[in-house]
Structures are given as structure tokens and as C-alpha cells.
């Protein structure tokens, strides 16, 4: 199903692009404890009442940490030669900043159980699990000095098991949604705090590239970020999208590309600037990773964003709540690959939340999904066609997983897991890639 809009010459269907499936550290390995893994902020923030909306936490999650072969297995099994997957930076670095031998060992066992299947990785430093006993967090500068000195590390002791090797993901939620809106670790509410939050992590990301580099002058490097359509709800909301839009999407690439960031969205805050720091977030990427969900409404509103989001009646909504509509995606990659000069982009996330079970039958009827794999597909040929230098498409997630602030109320997994028994079960969308994928 999911290949069904497809042209017979899309390039989609060209062996030579990359499919994959992503998956991130603390939401899969659970072994929140074991081999001196430092407790990292979302470990902090799972305990504060009311912040994880069933109560839940990280601590067993999907077990990966002890089930990795044979997850790796089920993925190879489904046809996947890609896999995304985060390394968790409490595993791999103690309080002093020296390598945990224990935690190198578990991801040098990961990355080389990946080769042996043929599967290649590709790396993200950093999936919003920061070590808790970090001094301010992303307010405090150092946090960034401190990101490049475990780029470094990491490079140069796991390095030759990974060709390709993102700095952060999602650097917006990391900065606006946990130091703004709240939503995740550490729950802050304050506009400027959010801002320098956002300053920092660019920071981070340039820092730990050039300390990459010099590790490894042949990783091939990028930066995830991820993109909303955005949609004034009137006419006179347009002012307001438009700042939403310069928050959301276009401050990250305007501070990678050494441009000028939205004057509005930067008096919102006392952006901690300091000679230098423009040309070091500008650091050249290799390669840009895209994430893609959702499209919101935006309309004007008394507080300190200046604006409000919300979802538009009688559109189709997944499990989550979230607005489909693919050709968001489609206008977004199109606007930025005119206005930008860019690297090659890889759809790194790109999937939907549904409300699964596994039938009588020990099948899992996911159609809302598979339904979102094939319009989002055709979303990307065509921005394609337009032009957009567009190399891989990762499909988020391998399995069901935490959630974040949901806790395990959403699956976005092509595989089905009990979290009582750990059983996995793929679904039904997880048989439509393992079809499309061989038929390549």
C-alpha cells in the first residue's frame, strides 16, 4: 500500500535511496541504572508528578539495552539497511567528563551487531537525554563545551563504526518546548530562558562538528531539525504565522546559513551573542536531517510567544491529535531548498501515532498509517520533482516506544510491543515495507 502513489520511475523506487527507521536512546533501552549510567533530565522529569501524562517512565521502556540482537534481527528481517539510533550521553561519559568504559562497550556492541547484519547506522549524539547533574542545563553556555568535548570522545572511540553521525535532534524542542511551553524536561515556562536555550544548542552542534572533524576528517556530519506547516487561521493571524514560522522552522536555518534571525522573534528575549558564535553555528554540514509530523493553525494571541496554535476542524487526525496533511511537507522542503542553500536532506522522522492493538488473529490493522507512509511518500517524490536534493527517508519508529510526555499512550511503531511481556509483533505497515522494500 504504502508505494501506491508512486510513479514507476520514482526515484523512491530507485535502490540507490536510502530507507531506514529510526528509534532514539532513552524511549527504547530502558537500564535506566545499570552499568553507571548517570540519571539523565528526563529521568528527573518522568518523577515530578503530573509531568508524564500515565505516570510513566523510562526505566525498562523497550528493554533494548538487553534485546538489541534481536531487534536488530526483526529489523533486518523487515528489510531495513538503515537505522537511526541515538547514543544516550549519561551512558557514555561520567560526572568528571571521562568515558564510561561500560557504556562504550554496550554501543561498540550495537554498532558492530549492526554491521554484521549489513545494516548501516546512522548516529545521533544527542536525543534530548542530557545528563541531569549538567550545572544549568542548556542555560549555562558550558553545556555547549561540554557537548563537544563527548563529540570528541565519542568520534574517536566509536568513530570507525559510524559513517554517518548527527550532533542533535530537534533542537526546537530541546529550547521552545522545554523551556517555554513546558511540555518536556526540564518544564520550564520563560521566553528568554528559551531563547538562550536555543543559542546554546546551535552552539553545541557547531562545536561538536568542528570537534568531530578533527577526530574524524572522513564522518560524514549533519544537524536533525524539525519542521511544522504552519497556516495563518485569517487574514489577520498572518503576522502571527509568520512568527510562528520564523520560531518553528526558519530561526534554525537562518542560524546555519549566518543570515539574520526574525527581529521580532529575537526581541523576545536577550540572545546571550558573543563574537564568533554566528560562524561557529554556521559550521558547514554535510548533510541536513529533516523531521516531519503535523500542520497547525495559527492565530494571534496576548502572550509572551504572540501567537497560538491549534488543529483544524474536520481534518483527519492521528491517535495523538495531530493534523495529516503531507503536503505541508511538500511546501516546506520546496520554500527552504529556494531560500537556502542547503546540504543534501534525509527525511529522518517521518511517521503517525495510531490508537493499535493486536487483534484475535495476532495481527495488527494499522491502515491509518499505512494510508500516512504512502501520502507522505508521495510528498517527498514530489518535492523531488521540484527540485529538492532529497537522499533517504526514515520512517519513525521500529517499535512503540515512550513517548515523552505521553508516556506510553501513543505507538508510533511499525512493530507492536507489549510492554508487560516485551512481545513484538509487526504490524501491518511493518509487512507493507518489508514488500516495498524487497521489490526494490
Known amino acids: 500500500m504504502i508505494d501506491q502513489k508512486l510513479a514507476a520511475d520514482s526515484p523512491l523506487r530507485d535502490p540507490g535511496f536510502e ?12 537500564a ?10 528526563w529521568d528527573t522529569f518522568c518523577r515530578e508528578p503530573g509531568r508524564i501524562l500515565d505516570g510513566s517512565n523510562g526505566d525498562i521502556a523497550c528493554d533494548h539495552y538487553h534485546r538489541f540482537e534481536d531487534d536488530l534481527d526483526m529489523l533486518a528481517e523487515l528489510g531495513f539497511r538503515h537505522y537511526r539510533l541515538s547514543l544516550a550521553w549519561p551512558r557514555l561519559m561520567d560526572i568528571n567528563g571521562r568515558p564510561n568504559t561500560k557504556g562504550l562497550d554496550f554501543y561498540r556492541r550495537l554498532l558492530e551487531a549492526c554491521h554484521e547484519r549489513q545494516i548501516v547506522p546512522n548516529v545521533t549524539l544527542y536525543h534530548w537525554d542530557l545528563p541531569a547533574d549538567m550545572r544549568g542545563g542548556w542555560l549555562n553556555r558550558d553545556t555547549a563545551y561540554r557537548f563537544a ?9 566509536l568513530g570507525d563504526l559510524m559513517p554517518r553521525i548527527a550532533t542533535l535532534n530537534e533542537p526546537w524542542c530541546s529550547s521552545i518546548l522545554s523551556y517555554d511551553i513546558g511540555a518536556h524536561a526540564p518544564g520550564h515556562a520563560n521566553r528568554a530562558e528559551a531563547l538562550t536555550a536555543a543559542h546554546h544548542l546551535l552552539l553545541a552542534s557547531g562545536l561538536g562538528i568542528q570537534a568531530m572533524r578533527a577526530e574524524r576528517s572522513n564522518a560524514s556530519l549533519g544537524l536533525v531539525l524539525n519542521f511544522e506547516s504552519l497556516v495563518a487561521a485569517t487574514e489577520d493571524d ?14 534554525w536555518l537562518d542560524r546555519l546559513t549566518q543570515r539574520e534571525p526574525s527581529s521580532d522573534l529575537m526581541a523576545q528575549g536577550q540572545v546571550p551573542e558573543r563574537p564568533g558564535d554566528a560562524k561557529i553555528m554556521a559550521e ?15 492565530m494571534r494571541a496576548d502572550n509572551r510567544r504572540g501567537y497560538d496554535t491549534f488543529t483544524k476542524p474536520g481534518i ?12 505541508g511537507l511538500t511546501a516546506l522542503l520546496v520554500e527552504f531548498d529556494r531560500d537556502y542553500d542547503l546540504p543534501p536532506i534525509y527525511i529522518t522522522e517521518n511517521g503517525a501515532a495510531c490508537d493499535d492493538s493486536v ?24 518535492a523531488m520533482e521540484n527540485g529538492v536534493d532529497i537522499q533517504g527517508y526514515y520512517a519513525w519508529s521500529l517499535m512503540d516506544n515512550f513517548e515523552w510526555a505521553f508516556g506510553y499512550s501513543q505507538r508510533f511503531g511499525l512493530v507492536h510491543v507489549d510492554y508487560d511481556t516485551q512481545l513484538r509483533t509487526p504490524k501491518q505497515s511493518a509487512l507493507d515495507w518489508q514488500r516495498f522494500l524487497a521489490s526494490r
Open 359 to 382: 487483534n484475535a488473529t495476532g495481527d495488527v490493522n494499522d491502515d491509518q498509517r499505512r494510508l500516512y507512509f504512502r501520502d507522505h511518500l508521495a510528498a517527498v517524490e514530489s
Open 284 to 298: 558547514p554540514l554535510d548533510w541536513l536531517g529533516v523531521n516531519y509530523y503535523t500542520e497547525s493553525q495559527v
Open 19 to 30: 530507507f531506514g527507521v529510526a528509534t532514539s536512546s532513552f524511549q527504547i533501552e530502558g
Open 32 to 41: 535506566t541504572g545499570v552499568d553507571d549510567r548517570r540519571p539523565s533530565i
Open 316 to 327: 483527519e487526525k492521528t491517535h495523538i491529535g495531530w493534523d495529516i496533511a503531507p503536503q
Open 149 to 157: 568535548d563527548y563529540a570528541s570522545a565519542v568520534a574517536y572511540r
Open 238 to 251: 498572518q503576522r502571527a504565522r509568520d512568527l510562528a514560522h520564523a520560531e518553528r522552522n526558519r530561526f
